[in-house]
Each structure stands twice: as C-alpha cells, then as structure tokens.
C-alpha cells in the first residue's frame, strides 16, 4: 500500500532532520551498508575456486587435513567476496558526508508527466480506477 502524500512529506522531512541533526549515527550506519566491489568479488571467487582445487587435492592423495584446509580457503574466498566495499556513498573523496543530498530531493523531471516511477505508475492506477 502506497504512502499517502502527507506521509511522503513527513518521511521526507524526518529523514532531512536526520541528516542534519545527527550526521554521525548516519556515517556510522551507512558505513556498514557499502555494497561488495567487483574487484573483490573476482578475487573471492578465485580464491574459493583455489580452495575447491585444494579440497579435491586431499581427496585425491586421501589426506583429510588437505581437505580441511582446501574448505578453510574456499569460506575465506566467499567471506572476501561477500564483504562490504570501500566506499559508501557518505565516504567519497573530497565530499563530506553532510553535502550529501537528502533522499527525495528535487530531481530533475523524467519523462512527459515527470516524477519518479512510481509516481507515474500511481497516476495510472487512479486514473484506471477513476474511469470504473
């Protein structure tokens, strides 16, 4: 169910008043949220892959500890690969998190009726039930 305009507006003017006020529980939050680099997901894959030859290595020569090794380096490549990245959005270069735009700021219009997606897609849905 889709927020109502009034609560759009608040939830706008809540989270502004979050990013002004406390900007440094926003860093801190938004800090663990970094996504998984490609880099870092080419590697970790490599590894686990590393690791998965070391597993068939100990079957092969019938060395349980081999394997068990082989199985501690395919979980490190998949733990690499899984971390977070570097970079957040608040932590760019030369960029302080504080200059950051608020989420639901003024975007330029997209389209003929402008708005975001689901905006235009809620005027075609009341458009839609206003014409039954």
Do not use: C, H
Request: hydrophobic share 40%; charged share 25%.
């Amino acid at each position: 169910m889709p927020l109502s305009e009034q609560e759009q507006r608040l939830l706008e003017e809540m989270e502004r008043s979050l990013y002004q006020n406390d900007s440094d529980f926003v860093a801190r939050v938004t800090r663990r949220q970094g996504r998984p680099t490609y880099t870092a997901i080419t590697i970790g894959v490599l590894i686990g892959l590393v690791g998965v030859g070391v597993i068939v290595l100990g079957l092969v020569i019938k060395q349980p500890l081999i394997g068990v090794l082989g199985f501690v380096v395919m979980l490190a490549g998949v733990l690499f690969a899984l971390r977070p990245g570097g970079r957040t959005p608040t932590a760019r270069p030369g960029r302080p998190a504080s200059a950051r735009p608020a989420r639901g700021a003024a975007r330029p219009a997209r389209g003929s009726s402008g708005g975001s997606f689901i905006d235009r897609m809620n005027e075609r849905w009341d458009k839609r039930n206003q014409q039954d």
